[in-house]
């Protein structure tokens, strides 16, 4: 392997272990000495990887978190734009479910250190949920153009359907079984049928 190599796997070994220790200790409460001390190394090569600390840890954690997640949404854009909307609102559902799953110890992170947060990093969460609400209000307006939904606030619309699906993500994150489910296919469907019956001309 080559040094290269090796130090990019350093880094990602540093990040996999404070996503780890921030879910579980907290941010505040994790050192650098403590994150150091768990993969085997010097603070001083933690530092060489993160010269600004824990902050700079956090802040790539949050950036390569909602990378990955743009990514994953968008990879179905094209396919849904050409679907009928019951098949949109289904898929958007469904991987709100998978995006909330699969990075259950990062936004449990974010929910807990939220305080702590830069403007930066506010501002790349809000784009992840900011890019979503935007393509969704823009294939509402196609459709309506189609007639397949009536004319109406296609912004506001976008954020009510996006709200259910952010309240189901913080009813995961704590544990709070309230609202819609849509991580049950019953629950989901209802949702979906009555969304559909407020929009459809």
Not at 48 to 65: E, S
Not at 105 to 119: D, G, H, P, W, Y
Not at 145 to 170: C, K, P, S, T, W
Request: aromatic share 6%.
């Amino acid at each position: 392997m080559s040094r290269a190599d090796q130090a990019l796997e350093t880094r990602q070994k540093l990040l996999d272990n404070a996503l780890l220790l921030f879910s579980e200790q907290g941010y505040s409460k994790t050192s650098i000495r403590a994150l150091a001390r768990k993969v085997g190394l010097s603070d001083g090569i933690l530092y060489h990887h993160f010269p600004q600390g824990k902050q700079q840890i956090l802040n790539v954690l949050l950036t390569q978190g909602v990378q990955q997640a743009l990514t994953q949404l968008n990879q179905f854009n094209q396919d849904l734009e050409h679907s009928p909307l019951e098949k949109v609102l289904h898929t958007l559902c469904e991987l709100c479910v998978q995006l909330f799953s699969n990075n259950k110890a990062l936004l449990k992170v974010i929910l807990r250190e939220s305080e702590n947060m830069q403007l930066s990093e506010i501002h790349v969460i809000s784009q992840l949920f900011q890019s979503r609400q935007q393509w969704l209000t823009a294939l509402l307006q196609q459709r309506a153009l189609q007639h397949e939904i009536r004319d109406m606030d296609f912004n506001i619309a976008a954020q009510q359907f996006m709200a259910v699906n952010i309240q189901y993500g913080l009813t995961y994150l704590l544990d709070l079984h309230i609202g819609c489910d849509i991580s049950k296919l019953d629950e989901r469907q209802q949702l979906i049928q009555q969304t559909l019956m407020l929009w459809r001309p």
